[in-house]
């Protein structure tokens, strides 16, 4: 059982950043792979990041990748969503996800959620 807890939401302007965490509590996080998944009012759940447990294997949506980089710290627990040039459209809730051992761009294949952190932009 993993609990996930994100947290650094908030209000920015266009070209902002921000920095998401998502703490994690449980004995297998270091045998999880991560995920950042985001919501919109009205639209899907959209894959952003994901990245393997080892952190040796990352992706990325076309939509964020060259601004946002996804990182962990198994000692902490935790994993990170740096978001630069942040723009309008990135707008929406931010969900972190855990699944065992390999990423995954597909929301459906985690088995774990967090209760989500806003990020509104601006223009």
């Known amino acids: 059982q993993v609990q996930l807890v994100e947290s650094g939401g908030g209000l920015v302007q266009a070209g902002d950043s921000l920095r998401l965490s998502c703490a994690a509590s449980g004995r297998t996080f270091s045998s999880c792979a991560m995920g950042w998944f985001r919501q919109a009012p009205g639209k899907e759940r959209e894959f952003v990041a994901t990245?393997?447990?080892?952190?040796?294997?990352?992706y990325y949506s076309e939509s964020v990748k060259g601004r946002f980089t996804i990182s962990r710290d198994n000692a902490k627990n935790t994993v990170y969503l740096q978001m630069n040039s942040l723009k309008p459209e990135d707008t929406a809730v931010y969900y972190c996800a855990a699944r065992p051992w390999r990423s995954s761009h597909y929301y459906t294949e985690y088995d774990y959620w967090g209760q989500g952190t806003q990020v509104t932009v601006s223009s």
């Open positions: 990245i393997s447990w080892s952190g040796g294997s990352i």
